[in-house]
């Protein structure tokens, strides 16, 4: 019996996972560089081969989890984010794409020049802070997370990008840096409504970093009732959230006391990021910017 080829394999794969993946040929290929140890070139330039046995029961095992739920960053380990290689574990929240939108507008505000100082609250992989930290090599960057094991993967993940001056810290929230302020602080917290239909897809990821409890805003509304107490005056609070609860985070930082609030939208052009300053001499209406607009 003729073994089946690399191109057989992946062909059948990616009719397995078309009833659950978005992108169920991707996921394929992604899954089969991971079982051969090669780059989806790779797999072109071997699409004719015979996929051995033992690679073939790997791959289909790695599929038939993928079936079930699992994300493929775990799966394969890796997860690109702001073009650099994130390890995952299911320790951490998977980056997401949208969330180079916090990274993008934190470099808009955070100086290029030595001094500047920015906190990351609920680091997870500590893709925000590593991905801030390989940009402003002389800024003082601080990542905080309440998981150990959540630290231990973001330590791993700087070390093996190059960038080991982080400072990371073990707590809930603020409690991390008891007395300490910030030019900037950034924030991916979880924000989805506990009773929320898009958990069920997300089964495979940490509750912790996913929902935090009945609303979705507990953890927003922690972290903007405290933020104004550890920014520099003129300092900056930038909070990732749902794409549904722009104006409510809105309401929080007004209640709060910030000012000049704005909303940023993604790419998709949904509201992603809520950026608001804790002093101005005047404020300004909120208003929505496009990805690449400058917040001044």
Known sequence: MQMPTVADCLRSAALTLSGGSASPRLDAELLLCKVMATSRTGLIVRAADPLAADRRHAFDDLVA?????APVAYLTGTREFWSLPFHVTPDV???RPETELLVDHALTLLAAGPGASLLDLGTGSGAIAVAIASERTHARVTAADVSADALTVARRNAEALGVPRIDWRLGSWFDAV???????IVSNPPYIAAGDPALRALTAE???AL???PTGLEALSTIAAAAAEHLHPAGWLLLEHGCDQAQAVTRLLEHHGFERIRTLV?????PRVTAACVREPQAQPSTVLSPRQEIS
């Open 65 to 69: 989890r993928r079936v079930k739920g």
């Open 93 to 95: 929240l998977v980056p």
């Open 178 to 184: 008891p007395g300490e302020r910030f030019d900037v």
């Open 206 to 208: 940490p509750p912790l």
């Open 211 to 213: 929902t935090p409890g």
């Open 266 to 270: 993604d790419g998709s052009g949904k």
